[in-house]
């Protein structure tokens, strides 16, 4: 095809636009509508990931060690514990370490331990941790069945629900989003479709003097690829503008856990490529793919 | 240059169009075909055009074969073919410039070419003037010279014209197929489908005559016209 030609038929597709505004806007809108609520779902999924991952890596296991416990069952502890499988890090801490942190945690009213050295209460421990909140369950359970151990300090009940949150928001938002991807591509082709039956004499004439489908179809799917790069525009406008605001919002609040919440806020400045690309991906993909489907079937007639 | 051999067309529910219909129309030739309403006429387009495919038979335009022909080469048959609808099928948002530019933009023709041949051919059927009026403004025999300027635009092997007496004055009847005759003088093969025998008569061409699918009559030749 030759560029002249390339250039009239973007031309028609974006006059097309014009010509069908009213429908254009309203699938715009739509469309919008759509990526916003797909990107925002995104972009609170990336953040909760964030926070999981945080509470991930400062959970850990704290196995406690029996008293009394000799420097043979010590062993075997540490080469169990160094073999297993979802443990991503772990160390020991004797019972002298455990004072002493114990002190400092204390600050200056760590004064009140002092002489507790030969009579040292606290016992010594491993702080094991886990790759994933999913596998703490199991790590307990094999950790329970060591020599040595007394008891096992860990937030079981926590790691269940995070994982089940995490479960259920990814599911959730598969399904939101593929109901979406089909909706837009959906109201795409139906767009396109008006403005098919609007053209449809043109199309006919284009026929009969010859010209390719190729030819034919390029200025609907250009329709349909800039119903979906606007929409992706108006989207990451939109959505910047939101997600910039709700941290500004938190941050402001007043209120301690929202205020926490902004400050382990992942910057725009550091998500905003993603979005952009994601969005006119999406847009564009949608706007060729329910174009391209309509017209086939008016090529076909 | 058009062969029909042997070509039935049944539509579906049965309407007999065209019943074994045979004849070859050679390359300069100017043919008039001939027949009642509901003869067959446009279905014989239709079939050249590859719009409808025939029931039995074979058809061979300039070198195409219809029955074989694939899906993809259909716009390069088109454009050897430059139609002349009894409904003129003019776009009603372009200008008589337009409509005719469309059919070489559509066709990947270049910019400049268009620029260069849109006013020569607008020029041949006597609208130079009229160029930048859209269809509404323009009388049923202008309307009808948009559209044979359409047809000639791409330089086309081969010129049918369905009707193109139908809706306007005898005047402009016999006007309109002298340009064709002119037309034809320079090479191009040139169809004319019309019910009007008188028009056929006058002209003394190579007629065929259709009667309810059929072909009941062929002047091969008469009168020196197809050379
Ligand atoms: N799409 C169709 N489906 C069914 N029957 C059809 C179809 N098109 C045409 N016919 C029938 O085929 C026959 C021939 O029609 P055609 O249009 O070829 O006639 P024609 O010679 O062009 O007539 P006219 O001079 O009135 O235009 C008619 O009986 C018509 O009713
Ligand atoms: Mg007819």
Request: neutral net charge; aromatic residues 8%; proline residues 3%.
């Amino acid at each position: 095809m030759r560029g002249s030609s390339f250039g009239y038929l973007v031309k028609q597709g974006i006059i097309n636009v014009w010509i069908n505004r009213m429908m254009s806007m309203a699938s715009i809108g739509i469309l919008t509508a759509c990526m916003i609520i797909v990107g925002g779902s995104g972009l609170l999924a990336v953040n909760v990931r964030d926070i999981f991952r945080e509470i991930e890596n400062k959970n850990e296991l704290v196995v406690f060690v029996k008293e009394e416990t000799d420097e043979i069952v010590l062993n075997e502890m540490y080469s169990k514990i160094d073999g297993m499988e979802h443990v991503s890090s772990y160390h020991y801490v004797s019972k002298a370490d455990a004072l002493e942190e114990q002190k400092s945690f204390m600050g200056d009213k760590g004064y009140l331990l002092e002489g507790l050295e030969d009579d040292n209460p606290l016992p010594a421990s491993f702080r094991v941790k886990v790759d994933s909140l999913e596998n703490l369950e199991s790590v307990v359970l094999e950790l329970n069945q060591m020599n040595g151990v007394d008891s096992i300090s860990a937030p079981t009940d926590l790691a269940k629900t995070l994982t089940g949150v995490e479960k259920a928001f990814l599911i959730l938002g598969s399904i939101i989003i593929g109901i979406l991807i089909v909706a837009s591509a959906v109201v795409i082709s139906n767009t396109i479709r008006l403005t098919l039956y609007a053209r449809r004499r043109e199309i006919r004439i284009m026929k009969y003097v010859g010209a390719t489908d190729s030819f034919i179809r390029l200025p609907f799917v250009v329709e349909g690829i800039t119903i979906g790069a606007v929409s992706a525009g108006l989207a990451f406008g939109v959505l910047s503008l939101i997600y910039e605001s709700l941290g500004v919002m938190f941050s402001k609040s007043g209120i301690t856990w929202l205020t926490g919440v902004s400050t382990s806020l992942i910057p725009f400045a550091n998500l905003w490529q993603y979005v952009l690309l994601a969005f006119l991906g999406f847009g564009v993909f949608i706007g060729a793919f329910g174009s391209g489907s309509s017209i086939r079937r008016y090529l076909r007639a | 240059m058009i062969e029909f051999r042997n070509v039935t067309k049944e539509y579906p529910g049965g309407v007999l169009a065209l019943d074994e219909v045979d004849f070859t129309i050679d390359k300069g030739e100017f043919v008039f075909i001939l027949g009642h309403s509901g003869a067959g006429k446009s279905t014989l387009l239709k079939l050249m055009l590859k719009e409808e495919d025939p029931t039995d038979g074979v058809i061979t335009i300039a070198d195409y074969n219809l029955n074989k022909i694939r899906r993809r080469k259909i716009p390069y048959l088109r454009r050897e073919l430059g139609v002349v609808f009894q409904d003129f099928r003019l776009i009603p948002t372009m200008t008589a410039y337009e409509n005719v530019a469309f059919a070489m933009r559509v066709t990947n023709v270049a910019a400049r070419e268009i620029r260069r041949r849109v006013p020569y051919i607008l020029k041949i059927v006597g609208l130079e003037d009229k160029s930048m009026a859209y269809p509404e403004q323009l009388s049923g025999g202008e309307q009808q010279r948009v559209a044979l300027a359409r047809a000639l635009v791409h330089n086309p092997k081969i010129i049918l014209a369905d009707e193109p007496t139908g809706n306007i004055d005898p005047k402009l009847s016999i006007e309109i197929v002298e340009l064709l005759k002119e037309i034809n003088r320079l090479g191009t093969t040139v169809v004319i489908v019309t019910h009007d025998i008188g028009l056929a008569n006058r002209f003394k061409a190579r007629t065929i005559i259709l009667k309810d699918g059929r072909v009941v009559r062929d002047t091969k030749a008469k009168g020196g016209s197809a050379t």
